[in-house]
């Protein structure tokens, strides 16, 4: 088998150079076949990815955080909508600072257990998100997302964070932030449909995922299975800026379900718009796309993950 590798040199504030030496060592050292790839820019990844998989790339790994996960994704997926690369799997060897994409499919960060999974080659098969959304020109774009992806106050405190990110920072200052912009922040009154059910409310955040991790270990979407056949939705309802505070244990131990003012669902396909004067926020995978009016629906076992339960 012969895996193409794609490294972002930027990700994890470029610590995604030196994860990479060490997994080559490895690679080298077991005489393992594959070629190197090295994005440039935003958006490379995606390009990249495509072009393998309608090659026909059978593996391909990431070396990256999360995004870089994401851009590869979304090139394989793009690839396979057009009809390619149907075989073709993936997955990430991390040097992010979130690490959360991995922590739910228990792919091994050190280099030496990661190539071993590689021999067994056990894989899952992950549900994605489709997001329509509008970008910061207002034009409307369609993205997919592996992890979670989150609206209103979730994507107002990642704008806030981005420039952080080739420090290395963003992730350890966003609970920080969480806290920070509280005062900056007023609750979006939004309208919803989640399949047949259409509702209004007034909310700090709405959280959509496919798997349970993001914001560096946080499970907002406690109830994502990644193979369920349906969106994880979170809900958090208005609320004195106190208690907001006093929820953070629960944003990590997997009980933020339990609160009175925090909803959760399921469902198949949910849209969102604003009813403010402008429109709501919206990120994935730990990067900011744009904002409202947003449609997001699921796509059941679209994803081949592999060297998966390495550890």
Known sequence: MKYDIIINPMGGAGQSVKAWASLQREFDNSNIGYQEYFTK???????????????????????????????????????????????????????????????????????????????????HIQDVGLIDYYDENYKQQSRYFINVAGLAYDAFVLKATEKYKKTGLASKLYLLHVFKNLLKYKPEKVRIRADDKDFTKTVYTINIGQCRYSGGNMQLVPHAVYDSGKLAVTMADSMPKWEVVLLTPKFYNGSLLNHPNVTGFECDRIEIRSLNNKEVMIEADGEFLGYTPVNIRNCSKKLKIFAVESV
């Not at 990815?49 to 070396?63: D, F, M, N, Q, Y």
């Not at 960060?109 to 056990?122: C, G, H, I, M």
């Open 41 to 123: 820019g935003t958006g490379d990844a995606i390009d990249i990815a495509k072009r393998l998989t309608c090659k026909g790339s059978k593996r391909i790994i990431a070396v990256g955080g999360d995004g870089t996960a994401n851009e590869v994704a979304n090139g394989i997926l793009q690839a396979q909508d057009e009809g390619f690369g149907t075989e073709t799997a993936m997955t990430l060897f991390s040097s992010g600072t979130g690490n959360d994409w991995v922590r739910e499919h228990r792919i091994s960060r050190r280099a030496v257990e990661f190539v071993k999974s590689l021999q067994d080659d056990r894989q």
